[in-house]
């Protein structure tokens, strides 16, 4: 009786997510927190006046629009993997380094562009902020970039396919993250200056 | 059953993998297995502790004997004993402000959350290891790294970090206003870069694993007070850690690349620097915002091991279960809104202070839960007075003792009288330093045995306790008069000023008990060292204790468990359960092996399922 009894009493598996995934989640978390760490700071410093006015540079437009782009190519990356469709994978995840790329070059040019506008890093914290958020962003992007690239040598080495999907899910997520953070950024910068 | 399938899997291969032979360097030092990684961080936390200790003395000596020869010091501080045989006034800065960022960080968080989520996180929820060894050897190298850079600051020419363990700039900005903002700084600041990554790494390994690698039956409602402290302790670092990244990123730009988000109009020696536009106050609310969370960092694992501790030692299951998750989670999420009652008198707005006072004034109800139900656990118990048990009852004492004083300083207007006097620093090192180190002590006495598989001499234990507790009140409790006469902290000297003499004898007896509090620490050292190797062995589960690490083998290797994972059928705190044989029921006794204890809705849920799912369960469970 005792052990009929032992039998019907199933403790549940604990709901769970793939580890790695999960970590990654809680990494983005911590950026997160890191930005709004420094959005905060730039609210509480901008209130208290004693504050530079300059307009973003031009070329933030543009190049917002290309990390966009690189977020379309990405996905496209990912829903060739679901598909195993191996040679789009390739081109796409190339072509999202390459936009990456171009978008750091770009971040580049538009501190050119401040600094031709008299805005520098060492000066009123309304200037050194605004090389923060980039710079940081940039970092970050960078760790993006990298990312990608492991992607890209596992998918040549035919280890990203459809019944392996876990590194490009993450790398996927991560460089979604990565291009909504820059988009808060831009537009933060843009409705607080 | 396709998902237990592969699970069953996964875990065979897991434990093939760790069977092959390992290397002393694999095993020892650069170890992935979490008990290892616990000890390492028990073992440099101890070192820390120790320094800690130490320099508390040093700075004792001063204020308890300002006019005493410290000749003999010589030796050891060389250049930073003046010609007159008196401390270096920039060195007492330096002790004091090295005491407090190696006791808040390298002792009570890495020491203590490092330690124990490592080591009980996997083993109390039925894991074979942290989601990701990998990390987790990080975590301690990082941290081991970020030791080393702040143990050679102490030895720099120009002093370490002098600016106070919480560095507020423009003293810590500027090298010219005090010799220890030079390099010792910088080196600080490197330091607590390394040990921010640290800290990352592992809370993101111990929710990680938390959520996702609790064994069959583990459900949150079933999780042991001590996880769901060290789960929301993990929590609470993720998402304040980043902010002190982001105030010590912006600090080390102002002092190293000339930019000015915390300095403006600051005249050295009649110049004028070049900087302006900067706000010290932004500092304050960058690095509270990371502080005050980090006070709880530092409590709440010590209040979760003592649940644990004072429910297994009461022979009483804890009370308020639930109640206790609750003000945790309440205590965790109100941590975030009070930063700014550590900056009453810096000029904030008087309306902004209210809002503050009254959110900090909200803290005492979880926090007084807590107490609460400690005693009413304790409440005619069958008490077993280990230390581990005397220890736990202590940090009780401590908590309530220092939380009343919280009161007086969370009120505004009480802390413009009070703020940066004694009473403040009488304050927090009862509530969360003395408090988080009793944990921390319960803790290694409880766990001692599962580490090591030997046990601690009792009677050193009762001895430490009581030089200790009695010691942590003589220390303290004179401080509150002392910060109520005015007395502020941080100052060098006292005898200057005739208003501050009438307390000289206060302080005399003070660093007395200090030093015989500190004496007690090295019966401590003497028993953990000893029991080590020559403690006495060991029954499987020493302290009848319900919790799942006492299933573990005695000296458990890599992989915890060597069959299969225990399932979990239960709470873990069915002590003394009305009919059951004996007074604990370990969690992972089915209820159907206890039909003598059951409650009737517990004999009603496996009965239900029975009826509900009959025979066809039988075949799935012998499948898996």
Redesign the interface.
Same mark, same amino acid.
């Given at each position: 009786m005792?052990r009929?009894?032992?039998?019907?009493?199933?403790?549940?598996?604990?709901v /769970?997510?793939?580890?790695?995934k999960?970590?990654l989640w809680?990494?983005i978390?911590?950026?997160i927190?890191?930005f709004?760490?420094?959005t /905060?700071?730039y609210i509480?410093?901008q209130a208290?006046g004693?504050?530079?006015d300059f307009s973003l540079p031009t070329i933030f437009y543009w190049n917002t629009g290309i990390l966009l782009l690189s977020s379309v190519t990405m996905q496209w990356a990912y829903n060739s993997a679901k598909r195993d469709d191996l040679k789009n994978i390739k081109t796409a995840i190339s072509l999202t380094i390459v936009l990456g790329i171009c978008f750091l070059i770009s971040q580049i040019f538009g501190w050119g562009m401040l600094v031709d506008a008299g805005v520098f890093?060492?000066?009123?914290?309304?200037g /050194?902020f605004m090389y923060?958020f980039t710079g940081?962003h940039g970092v970050h992007l960078i760790s993006g970039i990298f990312f990608i690239i492991m992607v890209l040598i596992a998918t040549v080495k035919y280890n990203v396919h459809s019944k392996n999907i876990l590194l490009i899910e993450m790398c996927n997520t991560y460089w979604h993250f990565l291009n909504a953070l820059w988009v808060y950024l831009f537009i933060f910068l843009l409705l607080n200056r | 059953m396709a998902i237990a399938d592969i699970h069953v899997a996964e875990d065979t291969h897991h434990e093939d993998h760790l069977d092959h032979e390992q290397s002393f360097v694999t095993k020892y030092i650069f170890s992935q297995d979490h008990k290892t990684i616990a000890k390492q961080f028990l073992i440099t936390g101890i070192f820390w502790a120790l320094m800690g200790g130490l320099m508390s003395l040093v700075f004792r000596l001063q204020l308890g004997f300002p006019e005493a020869t410290l000749e003999w010091l010589r030796p050891i501080f060389g250049g930073w004993i003046t010609e007159s045989g008196k401390l270096e006034p920039e060195f007492y800065l330096a002790m004091v402000t090295m005491h407090g960022t190696i006791m808040v960080f390298f002792v009570l968080t890495a020491g203590l959350s490092g330690t124990f989520s490592n080591f009980l996180i996997p083993l109390q929820i039925g894991a074979r290891d942290m989601a990701s060894g990998f990390m987790n050897m990080l975590s301690y190298w990082f941290f081991f790294v970020s030791s080393v850079v702040m143990f050679i600051s102490l030895f720099i020419e120009t002093g370490p970090a002098m600016g106070g363990w919480v560095i507020y700039p423009p003293l810590s900005a500027l090298p010219q206003a005090i010799s220890g903002s030079g390099l010792g700084m910088t080196m600080w600041l490197i330091a607590m870069m390394f040990f921010i990554v640290s800290t990352m790494l592992g809370g993101i390994n111990y929710i990680t694993t938390i959520i996702n690698l609790r064994t069959r039956g583990m459900s949150f409602t079933r999780l042991p007070l001590t996880i769901w402290a060290f789960f929301l302790t993990a929590i609470l670092g993720l998402l304040s850690f980043p902010v002190l990244v982001a105030a010590v990123l912006l600090l080390i730009f102002d002092r190293s690349f000339g930019t000015s988000f915390y300095l403006s109009d600051i005249y050295i020696g009649g110049e004028a620097l070049p900087n302006s536009g900067g706000s010290p106050i932004l500092f304050q609310h960058l690095f509270w915002f990371l502080g005050h969370p980090e006070v709880y960092i530092v409590i709440l694992p010590a209040l979760g091991i003592t649940s644990e501790i004072i429910s297994t030692n009461s022979r009483k299951p804890i009370f308020g279960y639930k109640a206790m998750i609750g003000s945790l989670m309440a205590i965790a999420i109100l941590s975030f809104v009070v930063w700014a009652h550590h900056m009453f008198i810096t000029g904030m707005n008087p309306f902004l202070g209210s809002v503050f006072m009254l959110l900090t004034f909200i803290i005492a109800v979880p926090s007084a839960i807590k107490v609460f139900n400690y005693i009413t656990t304790l409440w005619r118990g069958n008490i077993i007075f280990t230390p581990a048990m005397l220890f736990s009852i202590g940090l009780v004492s401590f908590f309530i003792t220092g939380g009343v004083t919280g009161i007086f300083l969370g009120s505004a207007a009480l802390d413009i009288q009070l703020h940066d006097t004694y009473f403040v620093v009488a304050h927090f090192h009862i509530v969360m330093g003395s408090a988080a180190f009793f944990g921390m002590v319960a803790g290694v006495y409880h766990w001692f045995p599962k580490m090591f598989g030997r046990m601690m001499d009792a009677r050193l234990g009762y001895i430490h306790f009581w030089m200790s507790f009695v010691g942590v009140y003589s220390v303290f409790f004179p401080m509150h008069y002392i910060g109520i006469a005015g007395f502020p902290r941080r100052y060098y000297s006292f005898t200057n000023f005739d208003a501050f003499n009438s307390y000289a004898d206060l302080n005399a007896l003070i660093t007395i008990a200090a030093f015989i509090t500190m004496s007690a620490q090295f019966i401590f050292l003497f028993n953990f060292f000893y029991s080590i190797f020559r403690g006495r062995k060991t029954p499987q589960n020493p302290w009848n204790s319900n919790t799942l690490e006492w299933t573990a083998p005695i000296n458990p290797e890599h992989g915890n468990w060597p069959g299969e994972i225990p399932t979990v059928y239960r709470w873990p705190y069915d002590y003394s359960k009305p009919g059951a044989k004996e007074d604990f029921i370990p969690q992972n006794i089915p209820f159907s092996e206890t039909p003598e204890s059951n409650f009737p809705n517990e004999t009603e849920s496996i009965k239900l399922q029975g009826i509900d799912k009959g025979d066809a369960i039988i075949v799935d469970e012998t499948e898996e």
């Open positions: 005792v009929d009894l032992q039998i019907v009493e199933e403790p549940r598996r604990p /769970s997510m793939d580890p790695k999960f970590a809680l990494f978390v911590t950026i927190m890191l709004a760490a420094f /905060s700071a509480v410093r208290e004693n504050w530079l890093f060492v000066g009123n914290p309304s /050194s923060i940081l | -």
